[in-house]
Each structure stands twice: as C-alpha cells, then as structure tokens.
C-alpha cells in the first residue's frame, strides 16, 4: 500500500510554490476515437458477441423459361466474442498531507488518475489493434531498412488495400474553398501513429497540412494532416516495436489504418469507468488515511481485419 507524503520545503521556496501545481504532460489518447461503441448488458456473462451475416453471392445465371425454380441460396454469418475485463488502481493519502499541504491535494489526484484511466483504455486498444492480421510493410523509402521509412506511394498502397476490400471511409471529403494556401481534402480513412512520424509524414509528397484544410470543421485536435486517401492523427503513445528493423535494428512503427466500423471497444452496465474515493473514517481505526482509485471494464476487438491495417515503417 502506497502512502502519498509531502517533502519539508524551505519558506522561501514554498511561498514561491504559491498554490500553483505544474502541469502534467499527457499523451493524446487516439485509439479509441473509430471504435464501435458498445454497452454490455450486466448480469448477461463475460463475453460481448457480435453478428456479421456475410455476402451472399451474386446471381449470374438467367431464371429458366420454364419457370422452373433455382436452388437457395444459403446465409452465413460470423461470430466474433469479446471478453470484458477489469481495470483499476488505487492509492492511501495520509491525512497530515491535506493538514500540510499548500496544494489542493484530492482535486490534483482526481485529475491524475482520471488521466491514468483514459491512457490505460488508449494503451489497450493500442495493443489490440497491434494484432491486425493485415499488414502492409512500407518498400519505397530511401533508408535501406524494411520496412522503409513511409513514402506516398506506401500511403497509397495502404489506401488501395482498404478500398479493394470494400472498406468505407470515415471521413468525407472538404471541398475545395477560394482561400489562399488550402487545398481539397478527399473521402479519408483515418490513420494513428506515434509523434516521432509527424516529419516523416508531413514531408510526404501531396501531404495537407491541417491548418490548411478548406474547413476547420471536424478536426480533431490530435489531427496534423492529410495525404491522398488517409487523413493522420499523433500520439506520444502510439504504436511502436523497439528494435524490430529486419536489417539495422531500427524501432518499427505502426501506423494503424482504418475503416468505418473495423473495431470495437466495450464497457460493461453497471461497471463503467468511474472515480472512487472512501473518506478516512471507512478506512481504519483512527481515520488517518483516505483512498483514493478508479476501475472499470473494457473489452476491445477487431471486427473485420479487411478493414484494418497495419502500416508498418521506420525512421528516415
């Protein structure tokens, strides 16, 4: 059990301190922005099921003049479970630090944990979406590694694969507009990667910078830009293999591509995220301490890889 405690500061430095907390840097949670949401009923077991009904197949040969009737043709359909899981930390505070502090203690430890849950529920359709069955290896860079570095024709290629599997696009195209320096933004799929790409991608033949889209509207703050078919968002915590270059031992990157509707992330009735504090006097004898925590549940799963993809590169 962690007990949170405060350090003995000199006076001049805790009047300087003057009630401020600094700031605390945290990623862009981009994961879960394309998810299919879904709410699983509680009390109805630990696995989420889905129901595609597959294509039927198309009919080709002409009906018989003699009225004769054609054989049936017989639905498919495919099922794919997701398991809910449960998430959650927590933490005991001493309560001498409330007594002592300057700081709004409960209030900047609420928020910080608020932030540990979203990047826990980012990082685990993260690693999810790790697991895509398509990839596409970038080939046309200039480094010499493999995968390459990411080139417009890698972009396009990814951009072809989803197309030719029928995927839909999320966003729909921006119109051209009379405004000097923008440019048209075509029907996009959407595409999540780590910040160490945004160079990378904005040197990109054809590349849009989202400051010059025709519209400002709809743009996601993790949003940078557009090339040709997919439009591209940053994460200081987006996916990333340490060492993974096939030939200089490079850091891979993914950058996940994807569909409308291409996977899913759950939560449970009953057990959605939520904040949980219990005051000193629930938790021991002389109400010394108070807690702190968080949990919830979460399932997360691809629905259909053909309209997802990995985009995997490395580093110019």
Known sequence: ?????????PPAIQLAFDNKILATP?????????ALKATKAKRTGEYYRFKRYEELPTA?????????????VQPESLFIDAKIQHYGQWMSVNEQVDLNSQDPVLNQ???RFGVALRKTEDQLIRNMLATSATLVNCVAGTNGNIPSNITRYDIDQAVQTLRGNDAVY???SIEGANKFGTGPVRNAFFGMCDTDLSTEISNTSGYIDVANYPSQGGILSSEIGAVGGIRFLTSSGGSKSVGAGALTG???YNVFVTGMESYTSIQQSGATAKFIYRPPELNDPLAQNYTLGWKMSHASRILNDLWILRLACTLA
């Open 250 to 252: 490079t850091d891979v």
């Open 109 to 111: 430890l609420s928020i």
């Open 26 to 34: 945290t990623q862009k949670n981009i994961h879960g922005l394309f």
């Open 60 to 72: 080709l040969v002409p009906l018989s003049n003699t009225g004769e009737t054609p054989a049936p």
């Open 1 to 9: 059990m962690a007990i949170v405690s405060t350090s003995t500061m």
């Open 170 to 172: 999320i966003s729909d």
